[in-house]
């Protein structure tokens, strides 16, 4: 698991030593594997951080796994579908957890919609 303490280094372009940020252009690499596999690290990692740094960087990742909802390949759609899935499951166990709410809702696309709220709301 990685630190979010770095992240800024894979999002940021660095002036200093003429770097070009790595994440983002990882969204428009020609081959699919790589694509596929950058959204679901990036939904591992908001999934398994700790909630307050989910929060804290969920708006830089979130757009990248956002933008793989419009690739070019339906398999690599559904990838970035699933880990918005998950990073949402994630997001409505904090809300338990925090006791803002009392149950998870059992119904899939309600407990995604609650997590996305949550995530959308706090990462703005």
């Not at 770097?19 to 990036?42: E, H, K, N, W």
Request: net charge negative; proline share 6%; with cysteine.
């Amino acid at each position: 698991m990685a630190s979010p303490k770095g992240l800024h280094v894979l999002f940021e372009y660095d002036e200093e030593l003429d770097r070009q940020p790595v994440v983002p252009a990882l969204v428009y690499d020609t081959s699919a594997l790589v694509r596929d596999q950058l959204f679901i690290g990036l939904g591992n990692l908001l999934c398994h951080w700790p909630a307050y740094a989910r929060y804290q960087y969920g708006d830089r990742i979130l757009p990248i796994i956002l933008a793989g909802t419009f690739d070019e390949l339906p398999s690599v759609q559904e990838t970035c579908k699933t880990s918005l899935f998950k990073v949402a499951s994630s997001c409505t166990q904090d809300l338990l957890d925090a006791g803002i709410i009392t149950t998870i809702p059992e119904d899939n696309q309600e407990k995604e919609k609650t997590g996305k709220e949550c995530l959308y709301s706090r990462s703005n």
